[in-house]
């Protein structure tokens, strides 16, 4: 489950990035090496908690898996 929390005043100077892939171990991979690059970063392991996200943060960038079970591309699957 991704991280809701306001992103502290000391660390908003960093650049955010959000990462989307249902594959939980690819997130948790990739996360560190962001960070360790001097990133912010928050995690969804869907399309959805993505989009959430997207709306509550001042992401600059995404990064994410194209093909996943609730969405495909950007477009939700019923």
Do not use: F
Request: charged letters at 25%.
């Amino acid at each position: 489950m991704p991280s809701l929390a306001k992103v502290s005043p000391q660390s908003s100077r960093k650049k955010l990035v959000l990462c989307i892939d249902d594959d939980k171990k690819a997130l948790h991979a990739r996360k560190p090496v962001l960070e360790t690059a001097g990133y912010n970063v928050l995690t969804a392991s869907s399309g959805r908690i993505g989009l959430r996200l997207l709306e509550r943060h001042p992401v600059q960038l995404v990064i994410l898996d194209y093909r996943m079970p609730d969405m495909n591309g950007g477009v939700p699957r019923d």
